[in-house]
C-alpha cells in the first residue's frame, strides 16, 4: 500500500516566519489531503489537494502527483499555527481509507 | 449545525466492559470510517462502512465491531474492553467512498484500566 513520509518531523519559528512542510507518497494517489491538529486535539482539514495549488489565507500547498510529494506553505507564522500538522493519501482501493503520515509538529514562539 | 458529532468526549473504562462510541452526521455522507489515534503510531483505520447496510475491516479491526443501519449513525462497540484500546478514536466521513475529501469529528478519548 501507499506509504507517506512527512519532513521534518518537529519545527520551532519565530512568530512571523515562513515554513514549508513537505509530503513524499509512494504511489499514484486519488485523495491528498493535509490536516491540522490542534492542541485541543481536533483534527482540521486545511486543504484537499490530489494535484495542483490552493492557497487560504495564509496557508497555501502543492501536489506534484506526477513526481509524488505535496508541499505546505506556512507564511507569517502565528502562535495559534502550532501544533501537528499532518498529511493523508488514499490511493486505489475500496476501503477508502486515509494512509496518514506521521506529521510535523510546529511550535511558533512569540 | 452540519458536521460530525461524537459521544462520550472521553470515557474511563474498566477492562472486560463493553462500550459502544457513538458517531452521527448530518452531512448525508455515503462513507463512515473509524480510526484510532495512537502516539507514534498515528491514524489507523478500524472500520469502514461505504453505504448504509454495508461494513469492512480495517487495519487493525481485532476487538471492535461497527454496523450501519442508517446513512448518518457509524457505532463502534467494545465487547470486552482491553487496556491496549486506550486511545483516541476518530469517526471520519466522505460523500462518497471512492473520491473527496473526508471530514474527521471532534474524537472520543478512552482509557481502558
Known amino acids: 500500500g501507499i506509504q507517506v513520509e512527512q519532513s521534518p518531523p518537529d519545527l520551532i519559528l519565530q512568530e512571523g516566519a515562513n515554513s514549508t512542510l513537505r509530503c513524499n507518497f509512494s504511489d499514484s494517489v486519488n485523495n491528498l489531503q493535509w490536516f491540522h491538529q490542534n492542541p485541543w486535539g481536533q483534527l482540521i482539514n486545511l486543504f484537499y489537494i490530489p494535484s495542483g495549488t490552493k492557497q487560504n489565507g495564509r496557508l497555501s500547498a502543492t501536489t506534484v502527483a506526477t513526481e509524488r510529494y505535496s508541499l505546505l506553505y506556512i507564511s507569517s507564522s502565528q502562535t495559534t499555527d502550532s501544533g501537528v500538522y499532518f498529511c493523508a493519501a488514499h490511493g486505489s482501493g475500496n476501503t477508502g481509507k486515509l494512509i496518514f503520515g506521521q506529521g510535523t509538529t510546529l511550535q511558533v514562539k512569540p | 449545525i452540519a458536521g460530525i458529532t461524537q459521544a462520550p468526549t472521553s470515557q474511563i473504562l474498566a477492562a472486560g466492559r463493553r462500550m459502544t462510541l457513538r458517531c452521527t452526521q448530518d452531512?448525508?455522507?455515503?462513507?463512515m470510517y473509524w480510526y484510532r489515534q495512537d502516539l507514534g503510531l498515528g491514524l489507523r483505520l478500524i472500520h469502514y462502512?461505504?453505504?448504509?447496510?454495508?461494513?469492512g475491516k480495517g487495519e487493525v479491526p481485532d476487538g471492535y465491531s461497527v454496523s450501519r443501519a442508517n446513512t448518518d449513525d457509524f457505532p463502534l462497540t467494545l465487547a470486552s474492553a482491553v487496556p491496549s484500546q486506550t486511545s483516541v478514536y476518530f469517526c471520519?466521513?466522505?460523500?462518497?467512498?471512492?473520491?473527496?475529501?473526508?471530514?474527521f469529528g471532534p474524537g472520543t478519548r478512552l482509557t481502558v484500566l
Open positions: 452531512m448525508r455522507h455515503n462513507a
Open positions: 471520519a466521513t466522505r460523500p462518497t467512498s471512492g473520491r473527496g475529501e473526508q471530514f
Open positions: 462502512s461505504n453505504t448504509a447496510g454495508t461494513t
